[in-house]
């Protein structure tokens, strides 16, 4: 089958956001007396807020979650000025490429909308995509397929039809649960989870890179 979409994760995969949204989590986190551990964040990376401080606060404590969930975004945003971003190697190469395949591109991220608007907008790379979709309110982030099978949705393309492009194991593994092919890319490429996840899904084509600017042809994955 071949691909007739990319669907993009946003954070560590076209921009390196990393450090931003640790200082956000930390920062927001101290004022509620958790002194949050990068290991954690890390573990944590590609999963919804509310997911994340259900482990923290609760699941019951739903309005302390949506508020602190609303405050470390508002951090991060803060965080985002021209000049504090740059596009990861590889990712504008590739951008150009899949468009001029005619690929439909899409980014589906955890993030808030805000976010991700932001985000992209100081990236300048807005017109690359047909659309832009969050999972902030869906009832299960990533590991749960919703958010890549809502970007198909939007493209108008099967699932077996996309290319998923992501950085975290919660994504990889959204993207296999979605029959998707994939590219790993970043420190999850050399990860032991992410040669367990492809053995346990062998009908679902992926491929691991530290950096997209490392991938000079797709074609195996594209056709």
């Not at 040669?195 to 797709?218: K, M």
């Amino acid at each position: 089958m071949t691909i007739r979409a990319v669907l993009w994760d946003l954070d560590g995969t076209l921009a390196d956001t990393t450090a931003l949204h640790y200082q956000a989590w930390r920062t927001t986190m101290q004022r509620y007396g958790v002194d949050l551990s990068y290991e954690s964040f890390i573990n944590n990376y590609g999963r919804n807020n509310a997911e994340i401080l259900a482990e923290h606060f609760g699941a019951e404590a739903a309005a302390t979650i949506e508020q602190v969930a609303a405050e470390k975004e508002a951090v991060f945003r803060s965080l985002i000025v021209p000049g504090a971003l740059q596009l990861l190697p590889g990712a504008l190469a590739w951008l150009r490429r899949f468009r001029s395949l005619g690929m439909t591109q899409v980014i589906g991220s955890s993030g808030p909308m805000a976010n991700i608007a932001a985000v992209v907008h100081v990236l300048d790379v807005g017109d690359f995509f047909l659309g832009l979709v969050s999972g902030m309110h869906l009832p299960k982030g990533k590991p749960e397929p919703a958010i890549f099978l809502r970007c198909a949705a939007l493209a108008g393309v099967a699932p077996k039809e996309c290319l998923v492009v992501e950085d975290s194991l919660h994504g990889i593994e959204a993207a296999m649960r979605a029959g998707m092919a994939s590219v790993a890319v970043g420190r999850i490429a050399t990860h032991r989870e992410l040669q367990r996840l492809i053995q346990q899904n062998p009908g679902v084509r992926c491929v691991a890179t530290p950096s997209l600017a490392d991938i000079d042809d797709l074609g195996s994955i594209l056709t």
